[in-house]
């Protein structure tokens, strides 16, 4: 989804701040960025009402709460109507297993991030999501053996300098 609110300078740094630890109050947020608290906040509620923000969450390390097995799923499925494949997509993404769900094209139909206890709660996963589900053709599965890298940060364009200038 592209934006459709123009990003200037103070937004993009504000949006870069957040990117890297969002726990931190508006006030600092603000310091960082050399705003005002008041300014920081409103363009922090503008940008989440326009949904450049989507939502902020906490990073937990899986290894400290006893989920540290990682799976990629690949998944094809039999028959790929927009029903079925919608179905599908539901019950993956309301497992509490399943990390991340893309429905893909010129492959699988569907690519899993599964984060699970043990191998055990793997084979729980597959048992619940893919061999109760006759339209599931296909399962290819990789377990990460080291994760070199874990993130959601997002390369952020440059400030729009077409548009008008707004007040800080």
């Known amino acids: 989804m592209t934006s459709s609110i123009p990003l200037d300078e103070i937004d993009l740094r504000l949006l870069d701040e957040l990117q890297r630890d969002a726990s931190r109050s508006n006030q600092a947020l603000a310091e960082a960025v050399q705003v005002s608290p008041a300014t920081s906040l409103r363009r922090l509620r503008r940008l989440g009402e326009a949904g450049v923000i989507e939502r902020t969450v906490a990073v937990l390390s899986p290894e400290a ?91 952020l364009p440059a400030a729009d300098v077409t548009a008008p200038a707004r007040p800080a």
């Open 65 to 155: 709460l006893g989920h540290g097995l990682t799976a990629i799923v690949e998944i094809t499925l039999d028959v790929q109507a927009a029903e079925r494949l919608a179905a599908f997509e539901a019950r993956v993404v309301a497992d509490a297993g399943v990390q991340q769900c893309y429905r893909t094209s010129g492959g699988p139909d569907f690519v899993l991030i599964a984060q699970v206890a043990d191998m055990a709660a793997y084979q729980a996963l597959v048992q619940r999501l893919f061999n109760a589900d006759a339209n599931v053709r296909n399962v290819r599965c990789f377990f990460s053996v080291q994760r070199a890298k874990c993130g959601l940060q997002i390369a």
